[in-house]
T-cell receptor, first 113, second 116 residues
Framework: DAKTTQPPSMDCAEGRAANLPCNHS???????VYWYRQIHSQGPQYIIH???NNETNEMASLIITEDRKSSTLILPHATLRDTAVYYC??????????????FGQGTTLQVKP | EAGVAQSPRYKIIEKRQSVAFWCNPI?????LYWYQQILGQGPKLLIQ????????DSQLPKDRFSAERLKGVDSTLKIQPAKLEDSAVYLC??????????????FGEGSWLTVV
């Protein structure tokens, strides 16, 4: 599975957009980019995923570069409740794969008032 | 829709004792995962079930950890005997199927284990 690189920590002002980068330069054509977050003392929470196109849902937007080697998760109006560890994960598809998620260290996002 | 249910939420045991964790996945989800998360680290997959069969248990310490999903629904993860380094959060997750990367995996709140 492709590895991902994320900054260990980031700060964001409340009400502003939070842009979390992720590098996945060895991603393959059949691999999805997934984002999860983990708020203290809770299980990981699914945010969004994409393959090639940009995606948006009620929580966030996912921007994937044309070469698919990097992506950015955008929280449009960060609140204090968005303070969490954010994981960018590349997930392989195909019959030889179990579809599991392999977590790295993630980015700790601190939203400040 | 009910989420992934886990119990107990917290457990403290002495080393060399045994402990069991229970997981009830989202209704209809064929794939079930158990992850271990040590403080300060990302979750690590221990075992994956597809219905009642094991798909991947390569990271499960089989000398002390065991897991089963007898009827393809609920699952139990057991540790016997526990070591100090087993102190962690044990996360259960489920998804409709495993091999299709388009399917989302949903996690429970976790069971916190402290071994003293």
């Amino acid at each position: 599975d492709a590895k991902t690189t994320q900054p260990p920590s980031m700060d964001c002002a409340e009400g502003r957009a939070a842009n979390l980068p992720c590098n996945h330069s060895t991603i393959s054509g059949n691999e999805y980019v997934y984002w999860y977050r983990q708020i203290h003392s809770q299980g990981p929470q699914y945010i969004i995923h994409g393959l090639k196109n940009n995606e948006t849902n009620e929580m966030a937007s996912l921007i994937i570069t044309e070469d698919r080697k990097s992506s950015t998760l955008i929280l449009p109006h960060a609140t204090l409740r968005d303070t969490a560890v954010y994981y960018c994960i590349v997930r392989r598809s195909g019959s030889s794969n179990t579809g599991k998620l392999i977590f790295g260290q993630g980015t700790t996002l601190q939203v400040k008032p | 829709e009910a989420g992934v249910a886990q119990s107990p939420r917290y457990k403290i045991i002495e080393k060399r004792q045994s402990v069991a964790f229970w997981c009830n996945p989202i209704s209809g989800h064929a794939t079930l995962y158990w992850y271990q998360q040590i403080l300060g680290q990302g979750p690590k997959l221990l075992i994956q079930f597809q219905n009642n069969g094991v798909v991947d248990d390569s990271q499960l310490p089989k000398d002390r950890f065991s897991a089963e999903r007898l009827k393809g629904v609920d699952s139990t993860l057991k540790i016997q005997p526990a070591k100090l380094e087993d102190s962690a959060v044990y996360l259960c997750a489920s998804s409709p199927t495993g091999a299709d990367s388009g399917n989302t995996i949903y996690f429970g709140e976790g069971s916190w284990l402290t071994v003293v």
